[in-house]
């Protein structure tokens, strides 16, 4: 029980861990995206889209892992990146409210995702799924190591690969340097001839495709393309995981694997209690309270979040 209990958890952490590190490149540049929950729904939803587009074309017949794989990693980074673009327009553009902007994007893609996603023909999405869950040829008796490392789809890899490279490129580039002085002062960035525009762009809509392939894994690894369970439960503790793991990607393998586990804790418990197992998925909730705490009191520059983060910039101000 309790190898299925890791692996499951390690399996559900992708999850938080395309939410997490899409947020945090979003906010290394100011921008305080609340909008990640109806972002990584839009990312679900047009990895339904994509789904149905490319069975209604080659046939349920004749789906092909590679064509179907693509297809719809591209219409969820299109849909997902749709909702980074109209939360730069108004936050970068027009200097609208960072958190007014992301809260009506996330009701926006919830909607979206409940209304459109509901409507679309699941045709061949069990076989698609299939796809996303193949692991490595282990044999059928495997080992405890196979089971806990080599027993998952592409994209659990994608998103531990993802989250290292973002942190390499954050921490030790020109373009990860100036990213971060946008954040921390986009003023003095600017008089440096950063261009603060177009790093709060470009952050915003990579930040926005990691998180939107986050819908993609939940919708088809975990639940075949079924919507009756919502993504944005994921995205607000993909949000949350941002403060936990102090803004630092690489630690937030390890911290969406704590808070995969803590929810999927109460199933293997056998409490017998609602209120106790709700309680326990209030843990993460408790624990970022508790990081934000001691990040405060301890005041270390590199445990806080961007100075200038959900600050609009205004270069006449300069």
Do not use: H
Request: charged share 10%; with cysteine; glycine share 10%.
């Amino acid at each position: 029980m309790f190898l299925t209990l890791l692996r499951s958890a390690i399996r559900l952490s992708a999850v938080y861990l395309y939410g997490c590190v899409g947020e945090t490149i979003t906010e290394k540049s100011g921008n305080l995206n609340l909008g990640t929950p109806g972002i990584m729904c839009l990312g679900g939803l047009g990895s339904i889209l994509g789904a149905t587009t490319y069975v209604s074309i080659v046939g349920e017949d004749n789906i092909q892992p590679f064509g179907a794989a693509i297809t719809l990693i591209l219409f969820t980074v299109i849909f997902a990146c749709l909702g980074g673009m109209i939360y730069n327009v108004l936050t970068t553009t027009l200097k609208c409210n960072q958190n007014v902007t992301g809260l009506a994007i996330t009701t926006f893609g919830i909607g979206m995702l409940n209304y459109f996603g509901g409507r679309a023909d699941k045709a061949g999405f069990t076989d698609i799924s299939n796809i996303f869950k193949t692991s490595f040829p282990i044999g059928d008796n495997p080992n405890w190591f196979e089971t806990l490392f080599l027993s998952y789809g592409a994209l659990v890899y994608l998103a531990i690969i993802i989250a290292i490279i973002s942190a390499i490129v954050l921490k030790r580039t020109r373009i990860g340097l100036n990213l971060r002085a946008v954040g921390e002062n986009p003023a003095t960035a600017d008089a440096a001839s950063i261009s603060v525009t177009k790093y709060k762009y470009v952050a915003t809509l990579l930040g926005s495709a990691i998180a939107g392939l986050g819908g993609l894994f939940y919708l088809f690894d975990q639940r075949n393309g079924n919507i009756e369970y919502f993504i944005s439960d994921f995205g607000w503790l993909a949000v949350a995981l941002v403060i936990f793991t102090v803004w630092r990607p690489n630690w937030a393998i390890l911290g969406s694997f704590i808070f995969s586990l803590l929810y999927l804790l109460p199933q293997y418990l056998n409490t017998g209690s609602t209120a106790q197992a709700e309680a326990i998925k209030m843990i993460p909730y408790l624990a970022t309270i508790v990081v934000l705490i001691i990040t405060s009191i301890i005041s270390r520059r590199e445990s806080q979040p961007p100075a200038a983060l959900g600050l609009s910039y205004f270069r006449e101000e300069r």
